[in-house]
Nanobody
Framework: QVQLVESGGGLVQTGGSLRLSCAAS????????MGWFRQAPGKEREFVAA????????YYADSVKGRFTISRDNAKNTVHLQMNSLKSEDTAVYYC???????????????????WGQGTQVTVSS
């Protein structure tokens, strides 16, 4: 089992940057594929990015590709989401999640992730 705590959210202007972090408890962090999802008011939670256990592969939603970068540090049990060129439509609560799946096609789906953080608010204002 793993517990996840996100941080780094806040208010930023359009075009600005934020770096989200997710700290994981436990000694088996490298067993998990890590993902970021987000949920805007009135919308379903959607996939943002995922990274495989040792960082060898990354996956992104089309809406963030080229602007967001996911990374992880297994020695520190952390995963990050660097968000650049932020847009108003990026405003949402961002969630960190952990998955034991080994099938890349599943990384895009909420149901593949067994563990979730509490979320951190990102607000992009013009």
């Amino acid at each position: 089992q793993v517990q996840l705590v996100e941080s780094g959210g806040g208010l930023v202007q359009t075009g600005g940057s934020l770096r989200l972090s997710c700290a994981a408890s436990g000694r088996t962090f490298s067993s998990y594929v890590m993902g970021w999802f987000r949920q805007a008011p009135g919308k379903e939670r959607e996939f943002v990015a995922a990274i495989t256990r040792y960082g060898g592969s990354t996956y992104y939603a089309d809406s963030v590709k080229g602007r967001f970068t996911i990374s992880r540090d297994n020695a520190k049990n952390t995963v990050h989401l660097q968000m650049n060129s932020l847009k108003s439509e990026d405003t949402a609560v961002y969630y960190c999640a952990a998955s034991l799946s080994r099938t890349s096609s599943t990384y895009y789906y909420r149901s593949s992730y067994a563990y979730w953080g509490q979320g951190t608010q990102v607000t992009v204002s013009s």
